[in-house]
């Protein structure tokens, strides 16, 4: 039996303790140390590999073979250990980089639509699905769009019905309603079927209070066309009602006066705030007034250009800073045009 | 309208609860806005109820018809009596104060004796001393060493009016024990009336509602005239000057009346309905008015008779002459014109017609003898009288809005009656009619398909008359139509298509609304269309919101001094053209606005200490007067306005940097960048508003789209900023919206790689710095795809007057890799150009 050459022992000796070593090791620049000192071109293991033809010629396989198994075993040793170091080294450093999730975060800078716009937009969308476009027209208006060709004749009783402002000038008024526009739509498109909406700035002399200003919004919708019905009304009036408030809400149509419609109704919709069992909001009556509605007057329907003995027609107007308030409990009309960013900040 | 419901029963037996009648009310188109209780039961608080209810309920046991037997004085006060009082169940002595009954007191026994209104220990009334309606208990009490538990009551402690200074006398018919509520306990309905509907202000008009509502009969009021008494003929004339204006005036005439008060239940309707008793001849000709619609006017027959020399009267109705003078019975001398009615004798004016009469001939308490006026009047003459004069009264409301002529002898004969029951006198025979003008009462043919066509449900003929007949329309009833004849008693119902509106609208109002199908439109579906302005200003509201903007809404009404607050107050421009109202509501909302900017800058104003970022804007019509035209015109504008830090603070980044001009500008880059505009040219500008060194406008092809810049810091000065700089933009949205492309192309996504290549040069300060970039592109042509600057420096090492600018430019080639030797041609060739045509010098 041929005797264990010296340089075998030491190998083994070195792999011992080199193992014994990287065990200890918990860091990655230990790590490249201890890769350099055992495993490095001037390190025992790899000297041996050098220095083999100092060996007997016999011998020389056997330890060859022998520095072979110590540096894959070691080599094999610091992968492994390599990996224990990294998770390690992840852990500790997912554990500094710990935070207080609870501290605010940083908001970027965000832009905001007014409510009216907002109101409107949701007005203009579902009436879209029924095929109703938007017409807008003018603010300074001539007493004969604003008036005369709607029904209202000079020093006819329902001009009572809106505190005009007179622009100088003769037979020039800021319009009082949306309505001049139902002229203009239908004499675009007569005599085809209209349907449109039409949203504008209104003014009337008022004194400015929580429930009145002297400009706001109104929208009107009409429809013209050969077979339109006081019960096509309700049902486009109903039907917008329950998209814009609730599924389920009740409405009832009692008779009014406008002389641009006949017959005129106003529309009154359950309070959604209470059910109908009277609150603040409906001031205890449990309905709520949303809007003005009727079938087209034949005068109307004629100045528009539609032969009223066969073309009908509806109309129906409202007015988005009510409905604004009645959706988000706004108990001031002032605030839309008052633009406080404390209340313009909560239509996010 | 003020409709007491025990004066509502006398014309329809009605007996359905406050709340019902109420709805009824509303749904045939007469609004209850309130209901007044006055001793009948409220509603209780857990009951829904759809109206506001006020008042105070009389219960049975509390408050009862009363007697007086004897008035005692107090042993130790004058201004008390003791009263010997009957409640029913008993005699017992009550104190009062009431100035009204120290005319009988120490006169004993009395026969009859005085029906009181009696509230027993423990009732809840209003406190007739304090002001308002306050609330009270009756407790027992020593009053002047006098037991006192019980009161008789005023009008205001029962509720029933302001009236305190004596208590309620009750006629002498009133049954002594019977509870108070069921004697007189009422309920008064507030009505909206509408316009269209003015017939029904009277009570005999919401009878008529209710009736064709309900179904129940109309009891209307006629009076019963008496075979034989004097005549009226040749105790007075009339002449008509123009039937246009007046196409009827009747008169009737009684005699030997006294001005003496009304009976009490006249006295507590009239008061009920919101009107204050006289006497008996004021209140009949106010009763019969609220009754039956028609206002009537009573003269002193004697005094006219006087200012006729003694003879019987003419009286003339003419128009007012220019500047013609008459004193209303208000006591104020009015100057009229020609527009205004009067009603006239042979000596002068007598009453402004259908609007005051006239003070000289008004009833007074010595007057005895009555002519009294029944007429009907050219509405739009009586409304600019009224309007012109600002003269409110009931006569000039209802006469404003329409009388049917037909009326008038029908209200002059129940006034004569009611007079002469609570006045006395003797009624002449007959009216003096003069009914030049009778209006045409239009009878219309209304078939089944018109209703149909308009209604969407088919109501039988049979059911049409029904309901109009309901509503005293004569009817026909054919096979598919009827033919209704407008009864004498409205002028609301017109001819042809219009009547046959009109007509609908009554049966839907009387079948109810609510009873009508509710069905989808099925018609056809108009040609749609785009509202490409309306899309894209919406557009442009979204990208200003996504760049972190606030929308703001402002007033379109302004003045011109709030509007020069925009210019340096040495700069302020004077004569510019406004839309000016004729009646503004207000001096600082006088004109239509000239500047959106000018509104949103004010907005930011108001703002500027509660935040310390701020960014609006708005989108909205400004309005020009236009040279020889009626109209101004519109044009929308767009306004930004920002000011402060640039992003919010946080808790690791406190300091934000404040916003400047390039804020600004990034904004607007953005905003035309994602609207596909390109050839967009930023130019130095100067506009009075704006620091002259930091304001530029927009220019894309030849138009100018907007300016934008800092606010001049004199012009700041105008306004309250805490801030250093304020930036502003205002664009003309039609010019801007005109520019954007429809559509856009895509460039596909390149398939060689990219060069990234940075060069810095030196040029001279004033060479603006888009022009480098201009060049770069220029040079570069297609195969430069982007330039941006990323640095600005300045240094003495680089020179007086020099500026470095840094960009890094995108190589991108379409159909090969570009290799080194290219791409350095390349950028050769572009530092030539820009040391040729700028004269720069590349950065070491």
């Excluded at chain 1, 990655?28 to 890769?35: M, T």
């Excluded at chain 2, 708005?618 to 519109?634: K, T």
């Excluded at chain 2, 060069?759 to 004033?766: L, R, Y």
């Amino acid at each position: 039996m041929i005797e264990k050459p010296m340089i075998i022992q030491e190998l083994e000796e070195i792999q011992d303790t080199a193992l014994e070593a990287l065990k200890k090791i918990e860091n990655e620049e230990a790590l490249q140390n201890w890769r350099r000192d055992i495993l490095g071109r001037s390190s025992a293991v790899m000297s041996v590999f050098s220095n083999i033809s100092q060996h007997p010629k016999e011998l020389r396989p056997l330890i060859g073979q022998v520095a072979n198994q110590v540096k894959q075993t070691l080599e094999t040793a610091l992968l492994d250990r390599s990996e224990i170091v990294k998770e390690a080294a992840i852990l500790q450093k997912l554990q500094d980089e710990k935070l207080d999730v609870t501290l605010p975060g940083r908001r970027p800078v965000t832009g905001r639509y007014h409510p009216v716009s907002t109101v409107l937009r949701r007005i203009y969308a579902i009436f879209a699905d029924m095929g109703f476009q938007v017409h807008r027209s003018r603010d300074v208006e001539s007493d004969l769009f604003n008036f005369e060709l709607l029904n209202i004749p000079a020093y006819h009783p329902a001009r009572d019905m809106w505190d005009t402002f007179y622009v100088e000038g003769e037979g020039v008024v800021l319009k009082t309603h949306t309505s001049p526009g139902q002229i203009y739509a239908m004499r675009k498109n007569a005599p085809k079927p209209t349907r449109a909406i039409l949203p504008g700035m209104c003014y009337r002399y008022e004194q400015i209070s929580a429930r009145s200003e002297i400009q706001f919004n109104q929208l009107e919708v009409i429809a013209v066309g050969k077979n339109i019905t006081f019960g096509d009304m309700k049902g486009t009036l109903n039907g917008f009602v329950r998209r814009l408030f609730d599924k389920d809400v009740r409405t009832r149509l009692r008779p009014s006066y406008f002389p641009f419609t006949e017959p005129s109704a106003e529309m009154d919709v359950e309070c959604f705030v209470c059910g109908g069992k009277g609150c603040s909001v409906c001031k205890g009556s449990g309905w709520l007034e949303i809007m003005g509605c009727g079938m087209m007057h034949p005068v109307v329907l004629q100045n528009g250009g539609y032969d009223p003995t066969i073309y009908s027609g509806f109309a129906a107007g409202m007015g988005p800073e009510r409905i604004s308030m009645l959706l988000h409990k706004i108990e001031d009309i002032r605030y839309f045009w008052g633009n406080d960013i404390r209340f313009l900040e909560q239509f996010r | 309208m003020l409709l007491p419901l025990s004066w509502l029963k006398d014309y329809i037996d009605i007996n359905l609860p406050l709340q019902e009648l109420a709805r009824v009310l509303t749904m045939v188109g007469l609004e209850v806005d309130g209901i007044q209780v006055v001793g009948l039961p409220l509603p209780s608080e857990d009951e829904k109820h759809e109206f506001k209810f006020e008042g105070l309920h009389w219960p049975a046991d509390k408050f009862v018809v009363a007697q007086i037997d004897e008035v005692m004085p107090h042993p130790d006060a004058d201004r008390l009596t003791l009263c010997r009082l009957n409640d029913g169940s008993g005699e017992l002595i009550v104190l009062t104060g009431a100035p009204n009954l120290f005319p009988y007191k120490g006169k004993g026994p009395l026969t009859p004796s005085i029906k009181v209104a009696y509230a027993r220990e423990g009732a809840v009334l209003y406190d007739g001393h304090k002001p308002g309606f306050v609330l009270t208990k009756l407790k027992r009490a020593k009053i002047r060493g006098i037991d006192s538990f019980s009161m008789v009551c005023s009008e205001k402690e029962l509720g029933i009016s302001e009236e305190h200074e004596g208590i309620i006398i009750l006629d002498m018919e009133a049954p002594t024990g019977m509870p108070l509520v069921d004697y007189m306990g009422d309920a008064v309905f507030e009505i909206s009336i509408l316009p269209n509907m003015i017939r029904d202000a009277s009570v005999v008009g919401i009878a008529r509602e209710l009736s064709a509502a309900t179904g129940r009969a109309l009891k209307i009021p006629v009076r019963q005239v008496p075979s034989s008494g004097p005549d009226i003929t040749g105790n007075a004339f009339v002449e008509i000057r123009d039937p246009a204006l007046n196409p009827r005036f009747a008169l009737g005439l009684i005699k030997s009346v006294e001005p003496k008060e009304s009976p009490y239940w006249v006295q507590r309707r009239l008061r009920l309905a919101g009107m204050r008793p006289i006497n008996a001849i004021v209140d009949s000709t106010n009763y019969v008015m609220l009754e039956t619609g028609e206002p009537l006017h009573a003269f002193d027959y004697d005094i006219l008779v006087k200012r006729a020399g003694g003879k019987a009267p003419t009286i003339i109705t003419r128009a007012a002459t220019e500047g013609e003078l008459l004193t209303t019975l208000d006591n104020v001398e009015r100057k009229l014109d020609s527009n205004t009615i009067l009603v006239t004798d042979t000596a002068g004016p007598l009453s402004l017609a259908g609007v005051m009469g006239g003070l000289e001939s008004e009833i007074t308490p010595e007057t005895r003898n009555i002519l009294l006026e029944g007429a009907s009047w050219n509405f739009i003459n009586v409304r600019k009288t009224s309007t012109r004069l600002h003269l409110n009264s009931e006569a000039g409301y209802r006469f404003s809005r329409g009388v049917h002529p037909a009326l008038a002898t029908w209200a002059i004969d129940l006034c004569l009656e009611r007079m002469q029951q609570w006045g006395g006198g003797t009624i002449y025979q007959g009216l003096i009619d003069n009914y030049p003008q009778p209006p045409v009462d239009p009878e219309i043919k209304l078939t089944v398909a018109d209703v149909k066509r308009k209604l969407g449900i088919e109501i039988p003929p049979q059911q049409m008359a029904e309901i109009l007949t309901r509503l005293e329309f004569e009817c026909q009833i054919k096979e598919d139509f009827i033919i209704a004849k407008t009864p004498p008693l409205r002028l609301d119902i017109g001819t042809d298509e219009i009547g046959k509106a009109d007509l609908i609208e009554e049966i839907a109002r009387i079948y109810s609304y609510n009873n009508l199908p509710e069905t989808d439109l099925a018609d056809d579906l108009p040609p749609q269309r785009n509202n490409a302005s309306l899309e894209l200003e919406e557009k442009i509201k979204d990208i200003l919101v996504s760049l972190g903007l606030q929308e703001v809404n402002t007033y379109r009404l302004t003045s011109i001094e709030r509007e020069n607050r925009l210019f340096p107050k040495d700069l302020a421009p004077d004569l510019q053209p406004y839309v000016r109202l004729k009646n503004p509501s207000a001096p600082e909302r006088a004109v239509m606005r000239r500047s959106l900017l000018s509104s949103v800058l004010e907005i930011l104003e108001k703002n500027s200490r509660l935040r310390d970022r701020l960014a609006f804007f708005e989108i909205a019509p400004i309005f020009l007067p236009v040279q020889g035209e009626l109209l101004p015109n519109e044009p929308r504008r767009l306004a930004i306005a920002m000011t402060g830090k640039v992003e919010n603070t946080a808790w690791d980044l406190p300091e934000s940097r404040l916003m400047n001009f390039f804020d600004m500008k990034g904004i607007l880059e953005s905003l035309l960048q994602a609207l596909h505009l390109d050839q967009v040219v930023y130019e130095p500008a100067t506009n009075n508003s704006m620091h002259p060194g930091k304001c530029a406008q927009i220019k894309i092809g030849e138009q100018i789209v907007g300016l934008f810049g800092e606010l001049h810091p004199k012009v700041k000065e105008n306004y309250d900023f805490l801030t250093p700089a304020v930036l502003v933009a205002e664009l003309d949205l039609e010019t801007l919206i005109a520019l954007i492309p429809a559509r856009f192309e895509s460039i596909s996504v390149p398939v060689f790689p990219p060069v990234l290549e940075d060069i810095a040069i030196i040029i001279d300060e004033e060479i603006p710095s888009d022009r480098v970039e201009a060049l770069i592109r220029q040079t570069g042509g297609k195969l430069v795809t982007d330039v941006r600057l990323f640095d600005v420096f300045r240094s003495e090492q680089i020179g007086q007057g020099k500026k470095s600018l840094a960009y890094s430019m995108t190589y991108q080639p379409q159909d090969h890799t570009m290799g080194a030797t290219e791409s350095t041609a390349l950028r050769n060739k572009i530092v030539k150009r820009l040391e040729r045509d700028l004269g720069a010098r590349l950065r070491g």
